[in-house]
């Protein structure tokens, strides 16, 4: 099993910043990539960034490119997200996932850290 947990949500105003974490634990599976994803109401759930734990490549959404970074610290197990420019339609639940060798798709989710942004 795989735990993650995530912290780092709040309301910011236009324009601000916010890094989320996203800490990693467990054992019996050996995590390939860990992303963060984001939904809104009546919305599927997004892929905004993506970080693959070997290699350390990254993808983005292309609304979040030039404006996001994720990175993994593997030391502490810990996978971030750096956030600025924010803009109003980046209000949403941001989850933290893990990719397991072996498996398809991403495998374990984290509850959920909201992050609103307005004025």
């Known amino acids: 099993q795989v735990q993650l947990v995530e912290s780092g949500g709040g309301l910011v105003q236009p324009g601000g910043s916010l890094r989320l974490s996203c800490a990693t634990s467990g054992s019996g599976f050996s995590i390939k990539s860990l992303g963060w994803f984001r939904q809104t109401p009546g919305k599927q759930r997004e892929l905004v960034a993506g970080?693959?734990?070997?290699?350390?490549?990254?993808n983005y959404a292309d609304s979040v490119k030039g404006r996001f970074t994720i990175s993994h610290d593997t030391a502490k197990n810990t996978v971030y997200l750096q956030m600025n420019s924010l803009k109003p339609q980046d209000t949403a639940v941001y989850y933290c996932?893990?990719?397991?060798?072996?498996?398809?798709?991403?495998?374990?989710w984290g509850q959920g850290t909201q992050v609103t942004v307005s004025s």
């Open positions: 996932a893990a990719a397991v060798w072996g498996r398809p798709g991403y495998n374990y």
């Open positions: 970080v693959a734990t070997t290699s350390g490549s990254t």
